[in-house]
């Protein structure tokens, strides 16, 4: 998306809001009513905060093009409200590229990045740029570029390099060193002459990994060092590079007392890093567009003093909100019950879910308050990757997901919905029923 077309630039839209909305600042009645409307599990999310946070951005990165990767919030609110503020798109797959369309994204405001892209995916793909031609690819390997030339596609192509560098919150996250993702440096220079040849060459590109804080920017930094010198040396050969874009990845504080990533420190780093280039720098930020406009909502079902550990057994789990269980990964929690009136005595309490796993807890042992049941407990920042790991597993519906202001953005799924994908051979089904 070109400067003049950003809406929510820097200089004329300075209402970025706070660096961060802490679990806290939820106004626990608004909450409490969604929850009692809804039902629980409930994902509540606030369009008004990932404005803000779109802000921010643009009000840092003022000549960068931001992309928003889509995977962290896929509803077509979010990718509206993005776009409105001047983001373009970046998806993972034919069914992010889909939605952006569906949602009234143009072409040019789309881009997939190919991840080992299935036949199906780039068929899509290649599909929908037949109508609309401005929309980018990044491919990650020689054979992805083959595969797009087969299927007639001769647009716009970046290259996605392995810059031998990566960062990230968590090693399952830390993408940039690793052999999966894209074109080793040395090979890329005849690759990108290749794109050049045969497609519209967009530009390179990398992502370090996802979660990156304060401590991890001298590898970021690095990357996008090394990504410059690759623009530099591809430019000596008379290759253009329209974009270097250096993928996203910036961190948002989940516990409580870590500090907001300092934006403006991490915007300096990055020109700094970068150094004179004659195309456009940009970036993909996903968690940091979404992450503090989303709360969980679930409801206390089972308490059980445990030797070790007060219980607290809610109607959320890992089929809700992978993250804990999959990366470990801390959401600060609050109980919303507790705020009522008397006080409490602060226990370890252990949140767990539905599901006969032990993975499946949302927090181990944090000091709350003695839940009781029937409490609304609130988890924090699960705007990002919260509703879009959410799985059927134990074939458990996924959630609703509802704005602050009670908008349904997603429809809790129904116990016929589980099964509705089954191939109905027995007449005992009851598939046809809207059973909840
Ligand atoms: N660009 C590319 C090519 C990516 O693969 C990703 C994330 C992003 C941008 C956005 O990264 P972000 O700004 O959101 O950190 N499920 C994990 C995160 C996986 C991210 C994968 N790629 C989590 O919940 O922490």
Same mark, same amino acid.
Request: glycine share 10%; with cysteine; charged share 30%.
């Given at each position: 998306m070109s400067t003049d077309e950003r809406p929510g630039a820097a200089s004329d839209a300075?209402?970025?809001?706070?660096?961060v909305r802490r679990?806290?600042?939820?106004?626990r009645d608004t909450l409490d009513a969604l929850a009692d409307e809804h039902g629980t599990p409930l994902y509540v999310f606030d369009p008004a905060r990932v404005r803000e946070n779109c802000r921010r951005l643009g009000a840092a990165f003022p000549d960068a093009e931001i992309q928003y990767a889509a995977k962290a919030h896929t509803a077509r609110e979010t990718l509206r409200t993005v776009h409105d503020e001047g983001l373009a798109i970046e998806c993972a797959s034919a069914g992010e590229v889909r939605r952006a369309l569906d949602a009234g994204v143009p072409g040019r405001d789309v881009t997939y990045t190919a991840v080992n892209p299935p036949a199906r995916d780039l068929d899509a793909v290649v599909e929908a740029w037949r109508n609309e031609p401005d929309l980018t690819i990044t491919a990650g390997a020689a054979d992805t570029v083959d595969r797009l030339a087969e299927r007639g596609f001769d647009g716009r192509l970046r290259l996605r390099v392995n810059p031998g560098v990566g960062a990230g919150h968590h090693e399952k996250v830390v993408?940039?060193?690793?052999?999966?993702?894209?074109?080793g440096l040395d090979r890329a220079p005849e690759l990108a002459a290749r794109i050049d040849r045969e497609f519209a060459f967009a530009g390179i590109h990398a992502h370090a990994g996802s979660g990156i804080s304060g401590d991890d920017l001298e590898n970021h930094r690095e990357l996008v060092r090394r990504l410059g010198e690759l623009a530099r040396d591809l430019e000596a050969d008379g290759i253009p590079v329209e974009t270097v874009d250096v993928g996203g990845g910036f961190g948002v504080p989940y516990r409580e007392d870590a500090p907001a990533l300092d934006l403006a420190t991490v915007a300096d780093a990055t020109r700094e890093a970068l150094g004179a280039i004659e195309g456009r720098l940009a970036i993909e930020p996903g968690r940091y567009v979404v992450a503090d406009a989303g709360v969980l909502l679930t409801r206390v079902n089972t308490v059980k003093d445990a030797p070790s550990t007060v219980v607290a057994g809610v109607d959320a789990g890992m089929t809700t909100l992978l993250r804990p269980a999959m990366y470990d990964a801390y959401h600060a929690v609050r109980d919303l019950g507790a705020e009522g009136g008397e006080n409490r005595d602060t226990v370890g309490v252990t949140v767990a879910g539905p599901v006969c796993e032990t993975a499946d807890l949302l927090c181990e042992n944090r000091p709350l308050p003695a839940p009781e049941r029937g409490d609304l407990l609130a988890i924090g920042n699960a705007g990002a990757y919260g509703y879009e790991m959410a799985s059927t597993y134990n074939s458990r519906p996924r959630p609703a997901e509802v704005t602050?202001?009670?908008?349904?953005?997603r429809r809790r799924e129904t116990l016929a919905d589980v099964s %509705?994908? &089954?191939?109905?051979?027995?007449?005992?089904? %009851?598939? &046809?029923e809207e059973d909840t």
């Amino acid at each position: 998306m070109s400067t003049d077309e950003r809406p929510g630039a820097a200089s004329d839209a300075p209402d970025g809001g706070p660096a961060v909305r802490r679990l806290d600042d939820w106004d626990r009645d608004t909450l409490d009513a969604l929850a009692d409307e809804h039902g629980t599990p409930l994902y509540v999310f606030d369009p008004a905060r990932v404005r803000e946070n779109c802000r921010r951005l643009g009000a840092a990165f003022p000549d960068a093009e931001i992309q928003y990767a889509a995977k962290a919030h896929t509803a077509r609110e979010t990718l509206r409200t993005v776009h409105d503020e001047g983001l373009a798109i970046e998806c993972a797959s034919a069914g992010e590229v889909r939605r952006a369309l569906d949602a009234g994204v143009p072409g040019r405001d789309v881009t997939y990045t190919a991840v080992n892209p299935p036949a199906r995916d780039l068929d899509a793909v290649v599909e929908a740029w037949r109508n609309e031609p401005d929309l980018t690819i990044t491919a990650g390997a020689a054979d992805t570029v083959d595969r797009l030339a087969e299927r007639g596609f001769d647009g716009r192509l970046r290259l996605r390099v392995n810059p031998g560098v990566g960062a990230g919150h968590h090693e399952k996250v830390v993408t940039g060193g690793h052999p999966k993702f894209g074109v080793g440096l040395d090979r890329a220079p005849e690759l990108a002459a290749r794109i050049d040849r045969e497609f519209a060459f967009a530009g390179i590109h990398a992502h370090a990994g996802s979660g990156i804080s304060g401590d991890d920017l001298e590898n970021h930094r690095e990357l996008v060092r090394r990504l410059g010198e690759l623009a530099r040396d591809l430019e000596a050969d008379g290759i253009p590079v329209e974009t270097v874009d250096v993928g996203g990845g910036f961190g948002v504080p989940y516990r409580e007392d870590a500090p907001a990533l300092d934006l403006a420190t991490v915007a300096d780093a990055t020109r700094e890093a970068l150094g004179a280039i004659e195309g456009r720098l940009a970036i993909e930020p996903g968690r940091y567009v979404v992450a503090d406009a989303g709360v969980l909502l679930t409801r206390v079902n089972t308490v059980k003093d445990a030797p070790s550990t007060v219980v607290a057994g809610v109607d959320a789990g890992m089929t809700t909100l992978l993250r804990p269980a999959m990366y470990d990964a801390y959401h600060a929690v609050r109980d919303l019950g507790a705020e009522g009136g008397e006080n409490r005595d602060t226990v370890g309490v252990t949140v767990a879910g539905p599901v006969c796993e032990t993975a499946d807890l949302l927090c181990e042992n944090r000091p709350l308050p003695a839940p009781e049941r029937g409490d609304l407990l609130a988890i924090g920042n699960a705007g990002a990757y919260g509703y879009e790991m959410a799985s059927t597993y134990n074939s458990r519906p996924r959630p609703a997901e509802v704005t602050v202001d009670g908008e349904t953005l997603r429809r809790r799924e129904t116990l016929a919905d589980v099964s %509705r994908l &089954d191939a109905a051979r027995d007449s005992n089904r %009851r598939n &046809d029923e809207e059973d909840t």
